[in-house]
């Protein structure tokens, strides 16, 4: 026997959507170039801190900074991609496009 065919018209929504993770990347990437050039271009590790008396090193003032410029350029980020997918959304289109279905008679 011939393999029958069964199609029918379906209504499919297309829309764009934005990859969270390279948002996500992207924003940590920048914390962290925001980390090194606020490290590097403002020296004031030799002095004392006024809160807890202990000089940091340049590498600890990297860390904290990191801890706080990656954070932040993460949750940015992912805000980023978050409003992106909304507009996205509304440009969102609806087309008809024809399902086909092979059914072989075995």
């Known amino acids: 026997m011939s393999p029958t065919s069964d199609d029918h018209l379906e209504q499919v929504t297309v829309r764009r959507s934005p990859k969270y993770s390279v948002f996500l990347l992207l924003g940590g990437a920048v914390g962290l170039l925001v980390a090194m050039i606020l490290t590097f ?3 004031g590790t ?3 801190s006024p809160n807890t008396g ?3 090193s340049q590498m600890q003032v990297f860390g904290f900074l990191l801890l706080i410029f990656v954070s932040v350029g993460v949750a940015l980020g992912g805000a980023i991609a978050l409003i992106l ?3 996205y959304a509304r440009r969102a289109r609806t087309l008809q496009v024809e399902h ?3 059914i072989s008679a075995d």
Do not use: M
């Open 41 to 43: 271009l403002f020296d």
């Open 46 to 48: 030799t002095q004392e």
């Open 54 to 56: 202990l000089v940091y």
């Open 85 to 87: 997918d909304r507009v």
């Open 100 to 102: 086909e279905r092979i």
